[in-house]
């Protein structure tokens, strides 16, 4: 099956072990018994689930390699964070906190990260009531989110003081960057997405504000 191919494909080139490929698996069966119920991801992306999702979250992981500790704003479904979470379960002291206002979403994130394993902490609150008690995260990301120039000023308390910004990025990324350089000045570099050709991958190193 075209799916198996994908998997393994996917797996392959992440590196994983074979642990970490089966609780991707969990993770995989989880979302697409909840998305019956509850819309976690677009329904005509859910046969792409490991070349659209899974490997979109897994190339995180090289933009930061030495990275412990990462906050996922937005979680939704767990992407990328808790993939994250998962891959990185077998190293000592990594963890992921996982911030999403919705409930039913935090209930399938908390669910399948008992079953899984994964070292992550969801948190079912606005992003506003708890950035700043992540002040120190070695990253901050977000995916399919909120335009770039939202995505910093939620993340400023961590990206003013020394955490990296990872946030995924479509075809409209330079519209986004224009429009935040109205209010911010950040240094940024622009990585290409491997899932698609026309998105990219904006790695923010530091924040301030162009009023500052």
Same mark, same amino acid.
């Given at each position: 099956?075209?799916?198996?191919?994908?998997?393994?494909?996917?797996?392959?080139?992440?590196?994983?072990?074979?642990?970490?490929?089966?609780?991707?698996?969990?993770?995989?069966?989880?979302?697409?018994?909840?998305?019956?119920?509850?819309?976690?991801?677009?329904?005509?992306?859910?046969?792409?689930?490991?070349?659209? !999702?899974?490997?979109?979250?897994?190339?995180?992981?090289?933009?930061?390699?030495?990275?412990?500790?990462?906050?996922?704003?937005?979680?939704?479904?767990?992407?990328?964070?808790?993939?994250?979470?998962?891959?990185?379960?077998?190293?000592?002291?990594?963890?992921?906190?996982?911030?999403?206002?919705?409930?039913?979403?935090?209930?399938?994130?908390?669910?399948?990260?008992?079953?899984?394993?994964?070292?992550?902490?969801?948190?079912?609150?606005?992003?506003?009531?708890?950035?700043?008690? !992540?002040?120190?995260?070695?990253?901050?990301?977000?995916?399919?989110?909120?335009?770039?120039?939202?995505?910093?000023?939620?993340?400023?308390?961590?990206?003013?003081?020394?955490?990296?910004?990872?946030?995924?990025?479509?075809?409209?990324?330079?519209?986004?960057?224009?429009?935040?350089?109205?209010?911010?000045?950040?240094?940024?570099?622009?990585?290409?997405?491997?899932?698609?050709?026309?998105?990219?991958?904006?790695?923010?190193?530091?924040?301030?504000?162009?009023?500052?």
């Amino acid at each position: 099956m075209a799916s198996d191919r994908d998997r393994d494909r996917v797996l392959a080139a992440a590196g994983v072990s074979r642990e970490t490929a089966r609780r991707l698996d969990l993770y995989v069966d989880q979302l697409r018994r909840w998305q019956t119920v509850k819309n976690l991801v677009g329904p005509a992306t859910l046969s792409e689930v490991w070349t659209r !999702h899974i490997a979109d979250a897994l190339q995180l992981r090289e933009l930061a390699p030495e990275a412990d500790t990462w906050l996922d704003l937005g979680a939704g479904a767990g992407l990328p964070g808790l993939v994250l979470a998962i891959a990185g379960r077998e190293r000592p002291g990594f963890r992921v906190d996982l911030v999403e206002s919705n409930a039913r979403k935090c209930a399938f994130l908390t669910e399948t990260a008992r079953l899984t394993g994964a070292p992550a902490t969801v948190h079912n609150a606005r992003i506003e009531q708890v950035i700043g008690a !992540h002040r120190g995260v070695a990253v901050v990301c977000a995916r399919a989110l909120a335009p770039l120039a939202q995505l910093l000023a939620w993340a400023e308390p961590l990206l003013t003081t020394g955490t990296v910004g990872l946030f995924p990025k479509g075809r409209d990324v330079q519209s986004e960057l224009t429009e935040a350089a109205q209010r911010w000045r950040f240094v940024y570099d622009l990585v290409p997405s491997r899932t698609e050709s026309e998105a990219r991958i904006v790695r923010v190193t530091t924040l301030s504000r162009v009023d500052s």
